[in-house]
């Protein structure tokens, strides 16, 4: 008997090319899934794919809705459905408001909001065909709280969970269920590492190691959100077991979120 827990099933994600998107594709392999990777980064996205038992890798910029089509396009030549729809590719640009770029401010915005929007629209009209799925999005506690001096990042992630909720009355009949995960600090990511620790120390005028202690300490577990508990969440909401779940923004946060 298999313990596989999406055994058969058709996962489209995005933004997989690395990072917490790699991890998840390569959650969802080992899980049964047959995986198709959305990147703009498309060798990037080859690559991971090539390490996974059955994965396709396309080039898309998730604020195309052309692109988002044909991704989906793709997965149903290839395997014939969709029953997983993962919307990760998000970007992430921090700075005092007053001195913010409005072409950055809406760049932000784009990726992260109506890139998700295209996304779903695309996922709902493959799966409205067979009336069943799961569409998640990989949200953050930014979306539950706001983000000092992030305002573009953490207004698009509050715009994500609106858009969850609204998509999930909308299909909630044809058995079409939409989630968002909220994370955590991935203070061990490479997106941390070698970005946000530099932004966040920059912004706030202290060192590096000063803001992840800082991050650490409004944890009440202690510790940093990891890729694997995130990927379980997911692998959760895409299975069978949460089936009575929808529209919901769920924390990954170690206690630091509670709503």
């Known amino acids: 008997m298999s313990c596989k827990r999406l055994e058969g099933k058709v ?10 998107g790699e991890a998840l594709a390569q959650r969802l392999d080992k899980e049964g899934c047959k ?9 990037s996205a080859i690559e991971v794919a090539k390490k996974l038992t059955d994965a396709t890798a396309v080039k898309v910029d998730v604020t ?3 692109d988002v089509e044909a991704l989906f396009n793709v997965a149903i030549d290839k395997y014939g459905k969709v029953d997983i729809a993962v919307s990760n590719a998000a970007v992430l640009i921090s700075g005092p408001t007053t001195e913010f770029d409005v072409k950055k401010w809406q ?6 909001l109506l890139g998700y929007f295209i ?17 998640i999005q990989i949200n953050s506690k930014s979306g539950k709280k706001g983000s000092n001096k992030n305002s573009a990042y953490s207004a698009s992630k509050f715009g994500g969970i609106g858009l969850t909720q609204s998509l999930a009355l909308e299909f909630a009949e044809d058995n079409i269920r939409v989630n968002a995960i909220c994370p955590g600090n991935l203070l061990n990511s490479p997106l941390w590492v070698n970005s946000l620790f530099k932004q966040y120390a920059e912004n706030q005028g202290i060192t590096e190691e000063e803001v992840r202690q800082k991050y650490l300490n409004q944890v009440p577990m202690k510790r940093p959100c990891e890729y694997e ?5 997911m692998v959760f909401l895409a299975s069978e077991e949460s089936s009575y779940i929808t529209g919901q923004a769920l924390n990954v946060t170690g206690g630091q979120q509670m709503q």
């Open 107 to 112: 760049f932000v915005m784009n990726v992260n």
């Open 64 to 66: 195309s809705e052309e």
């Open 35 to 43: 995986v198709v990777i959305g990147d703009i980064n498309i060798e």
């Open 119 to 135: 996304f779903a629209k695309s996922a709902a009209k493959r799966m409205l065909l067979n009336k069943k799925g799961s569409i």
């Open 229 to 233: 508990d995130v990927a379980n969440m």
């Open 11 to 20: 996962a489209v994600i995005t933004g997989a090319a690395q990072g917490l």
